[in-house]
């Protein structure tokens, strides 16, 4: 299953570019920019990844954001996830950033949008990787200092699908942000929202009905209510769930335990992601493989999973047939990988 999960097509929808900031990287941008690190070595580095909860993740992940200065660093950043990607077959993805994390230490809008924007446009011209862009704001920031964001985005919106929602959930409800996505919308944005990651099924509804989005991050919880279950089902709300994520922050406690499995027989659209790969043991694939082994995915809901990943996406119609295709050609006889270096038609190369 393994190969079988190495050359399917799919897209990547829940990813944080700034999640993939890996510790070797961290090293390089510290040196470049002279940014004293609170490790002795890489593997230092390396070893600082037990987490108890989501917020002993984040106060790493804010951290380490720091040595990200100049339009090359962003550039760099994004430009190393998305090689990672082209190597797992990842045909499409769609990026969240979180540009407060940055404009707060005094880095403008611009030199962020701009650095990870430029990778975008390299991947989509010599990786045959379309991408797309969603702007989170930081939910345990105010909703003016949302709506300040949402502003120095204006001049940019051609390079943003979409605005998103993370950060500490627990206590920091969608409510909040009523007015910034209803500004979103009003500017021509898409809108999605992390919600019952941590949080109860209350702000899932709340992502839904007051925010509009049209993806739930995550939303492993609402298995806890049926009726919010049905709604999903009949909506057909994609959920993008990050398995290995939920094991590091403590969300379940082993993947025997993941939720993914219940989610699919139940109808639900949901997909699979990496969320910060660098900090949680793995890209999109190691999320395959590792609910595959714990829960005894069929090949099909493998397969069923990579179609959700497409039908979830902010592709047009068009795009998702052509890529669903592929899904099914692939399904039906599983091609072997290109040769080490090689490149084939469908552009996937050999990964490992
Ligand atoms: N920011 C980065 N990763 C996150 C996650 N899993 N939940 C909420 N905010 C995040
Ligand atoms: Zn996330």
């Known amino acids: 299953m393994r190969d079988f999960i190495q050359g399917l097509p799919k897209a990547e929808l829940h990813l944080h570019i700034e999640g993939t900031l890996e510790p070797e990287l961290l090293f390089k941008l510290a040196e470049r920019n002279k940014v004293t690190l609170p490790y002795k070595s890489v593997e230092d580095a390396?070893?600082?990844?037990?987490?108890?909860?989501?917020?002993?993740?984040?106060?790493?992940?804010?951290?380490?954001?720091q040595v990200l200065l100049t339009e090359q660093d962003f550039y760099d950043l994004t430009w190393a996830y998305l090689q990672r990607a082209h190597k797992q077959n990842v045909r499409h993805t769609e990026i969240f950033f979180d540009p407060q994390t940055h404009t707060e230490r005094g880095v403008p809008f611009e030199t962020v949008i701009t650095g990870i924007s430029s990778a975008l446009k390299e991947a989509e011209r010599t990786l045959n990787l379309s991408?797309?862009?969603?702007?989170?704001?930081?939910?345990?920031?105010?909703?003016?200092?949302?709506?300040?964001?949402?502003?120095?985005?204006?001049?940019?919106?051609?390079?943003?699908?979409s605005v998103g929602l993370d950060s500490a959930e627990v206590g920091n409800p969608p409510s909040k942000f009523v007015s910034v996505f209803d500004k979103a919308r009003a500017v021509g944005?898409?809108?999605?929202?992390?919600?019952g990651e941590e949080g109860p099924?209350?702000?899932?509804?709340?992502?839904?009905d007051l925010l509009k989005v049209s993806r739930i991050d995550h939303g492993v919880r609402c298995l806890e209510d049926e009726v919010l279950v049905e709604r999903l089902k009949r909506d057909q709300v994609p959920l993008t769930v990050c398995p290995l994520s939920n094991i590091k922050l403590c969300v379940f406690e082993s993947m025997k335990q993941h939720p993914i499995k219940k989610m699919l027989e139940k109808g639900l659209c949901a997909?699979?992601?990496?969320?910060?790969?660098?900090?949680?043991?793995?890209?999109?694939?190691?999320?395959?493989?590792?609910?595959?082994?714990?829960?005894?995915?069929?090949?099909?809901?493998?397969?069923?999973?990579?179609?959700?990943?497409?039908?979830?996406?902010?592709?047009?119609?068009?795009?998702?047939?052509?890529?669903?295709?592929?899904?099914e050609e692939y399904a039906k006889a599983p091609s072997p990988l290109p040769s080490v270096g090689e490149v084939d038609p469908q552009g996937r190369v050999r990964g490992r």
């Not at 108890?52 to 804010?62: C, G, H, M, P, W």
């Not at 991408?131 to 949402?150: N, P, Q, Y």
């Not at 694939?285 to 005894?296: D, F, I, S, T």
């Open 201 to 208: 099924p209350q702000y899932i509804w709340e992502a839904l």
């Open 271 to 327: 997909t699979v992601n990496s969320d910060d790969p660098a900090y949680f043991g793995g890209y999109v694939n190691e999320n395959y493989e590792g609910v595959v082994q714990a829960l005894g995915l069929t090949q099909d809901q493998v397969v069923q999973l990579a179609k959700n990943s497409f039908v979830a996406s902010f592709l047009s119609k068009d795009q998702k047939a052509k890529y669903i295709k592929e899904v």
């Open 46 to 65: 390396h070893k600082a990844y037990n987490f108890k909860d989501l917020q002993s993740f984040l106060n790493v992940y804010y951290a380490r954001s």
């Open 189 to 195: 944005l898409l809108t999605v929202a992390h919600a």
């Open 131 to 161: 991408t797309g862009l969603i702007l989170c704001f930081l939910r345990d920031l105010s909703a003016e200092s949302a709506m300040k964001t949402l502003e120095q985005a204006v001049p940019y919106l051609d390079l943003i699908q």
